[in-house]
């Protein structure tokens, strides 16, 4: 009998084989797969993407900010090969040395007490899910389980514990389910009207596109709603956490004003809530600082990571205070995923820990950090496109508009989905000057790896120099405005 011809591996396809093959087999995420062209890589190195045909490309997205140390990091890859040849993966009812060590890492790193519990997963949404759950579990707990008896209530309780989550307007923390109904972005319209219940939104706060104007008072009268709508949704007895992002990250790169998140930690104390507080874009140094709640001085219930956390391998973290892990000393954590606690994915976090603990590696991200936020200005203050430059550390956003006195956005977030000048500009980037940034709702990201120097930023921000001339021509010609054009 003829042996049975096996297909060909695409890894021995030709280089110039393998994209056509992906833009016809893979679908691409949020976007119509018409037109789909995936640009064949050769090679990573550090920022740089190397393309088969011979270009060199700088990745100003840090591969959606998971690739914070850059690609092929050899302290990683090393722990990793290392790791590979011991334990892959075994299920939890087994231990491994990087799965303890990242653990207790995480646990006594993150703000707050030392005694912490972390549950590991793989992706930002898993992490999510696994916070809103625990987060009504935990008050399920301490409403049923501690006290022995119902509550002692008025208000009618079709459902007989805290469930609510308040989430805000600009977020995005995922796309599953329960993670994406718990986001204000637009992409949690997908599947509308079928998201979960029990989620409510709070305006964000944001000082350039403030709900409560410009007064110093703002602040104040933000948090006074947000107090005002914990009450309204039935406070203590139907409210159970505050999910947000410390600086809100997909829907605009918004640093927030000094005291917010203060002000929210006090809340949340307040009316017996947790505060969740979602780090999987912010985590893990992008901020110059391992966490970015540290730059705020406050210590959330719950810290989700993800994204840089696994620097190659897919890995997440939802990382418990003593208070609520407690919980679960004799209740069940209800939740779980399959490859939880991946000994390589853990190997690779201890080693990306290792490198942003190293002396001086978070310095040096915030001093440049600091060039970095210095020469956007400067930019801004030559290019009438821009309306807004804000971030820290590595991350930071130049927000377009079509009128710089009236902050017109180039679009709203009814328009998420239609090409603007956004578009244009990257495209251009990446065509003339070889950097890649994906397109964003509102201008242009500077989101660089950890490890940049002084002349690859200076790199880039030629590169922006030129695109936001581009922009300053096509706003002043007003052809811009029109989503199809
Ligand atoms: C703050 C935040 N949370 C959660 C997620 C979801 O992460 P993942 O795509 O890994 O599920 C994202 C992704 O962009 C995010 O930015």
């Known amino acids: 009998m003829e042996p049975k011809k096996l297909p ?23 976007s119509s797969q018409k037109g ?60 491994t040395a990087p799965t303890a060590e990242l653990c207790q890492r995480l646990a006594r790193l993150a703000p707050g007490g030392p005694d912490k519990k972390v549950f590991l997963s793989q ?29 002692d209530i008025d208000a009618p309780m079709q459902y007989p514990y805290p469930y609510k989550i308040i989430s805000r307007y600009r977020s995005w923390h995922g796309s599953s389910a329960g ?7 637009p992409r949690r319209w997908f599947q509308e009207p079928f998201n979960l219940p029990g989620v409510v939104f709070a305006p964000d706060a944001h000082a350039y596109r403030s709900c409560f104007g410009e007064r110093s008072e703002a602040v104040q009268a933000n948090l006074d709603y947000f107090d005002y709508i914990i009450e309204q949704e039935g406070g203590s007895n139907k409210v159970a956490a505050v999910l947000i992002e410390p600086v809100v990250g997909s829907n605009g790169i918004i640093p927030p004003p000094p005291a917010y998140l203060q002000g929210l ?43 840089a956390l696994g620097v190659y391998c897919p890995l997440a973290a939802t990382i418990f205070s003593e208070k609520v892990s407690r919980s679960f000393d004799d209740h069940i954590f209800g939740h779980g995923q399959s490859f ?6 853990c190997a690779a976090a201890v080693a990306s820990l290792d490198v942003l603990q190293s002396e001086g590696f978070l310095e040096n991200v915030r001093n440049e950090g600091e060039y970095l936020g210095m020469r956007l200005r400067e930019l801004a203050s030559r290019h009438p496109s821009v309306g807004d430059v804000r971030g820290l550390g590595f991350f930071w956003t130049l927000e377009l508009v079509k009128n710089r006195a009236t902050k017109t956005p180039l679009r709203r977030a009814t328009e998420k989905y239609s090409p ?14 070889q950097v890649y940034i994906p397109s964003d709702k509102f201008g242009l990201w500077v989101v660089p790896p950890l490890i940049a120097t002084r002349d690859e930023l200076d790199f880039v921000l030629r590169a922006i120099d030129a695109a936001l001339t581009l922009a300053d021509t096509e706003l002043a010609t007003n052809t811009v405005t029109t989503p199809s054009s």
């Open 36 to 95: 789909y062209a995936p640009i064949p890589v050769a090679e990573t190195r550090g920022c740089w993407i190397h393309t088969t045909d011979g270009r060199r490309i700088f990745d100003l997205r840090s591969a959606h900010e998971c690739i914070n140390l850059g690609f092929n990091h050899p302290q990683v890859l090393a722990a990793m090969r290392a790791q590979m040849e011991k334990v892959i993966y075994v299920t939890d009812d087994f231990a």
């Open 420 to 433: 603007t000048l956004v578009n244009r500009l990257s495209e251009f980037l990446l065509r003339e000057h």
């Open 179 to 185: 993670a994406a109904s718990a986001s204000g972005d």
């Open 123 to 151: 992706s930002g949404a898993v992490a999510v899910e696994a916070a809103i759950k625990a987060a009504r579990l935990y008050q399920y707990n301490r409403v049923f389980k501690s006290s022995g008896t119902p509550p």
């Open 8 to 30: 060909t591996s695409t890894l021995l396809m030709n280089p110039n084989d393998f994209a056509p093959v992906q833009a016809r087999h893979l679908m691409q995420c949020w």
């Open 265 to 307: 930690r006090a809340l949340s104390d307040k009316w017996n809530l947790l505060l969740i507080a979602d780090e999987t874009m912010t985590g893990m140094g992008r901020t110059g600082r391992l966490f970015a709640t540290e730059h705020y001085g406050i210590e959330p219930d719950i810290i989700i990571l993800g994204k």
């Open 340 to 345: 939880s606690g991946h000994a390589l994915g």
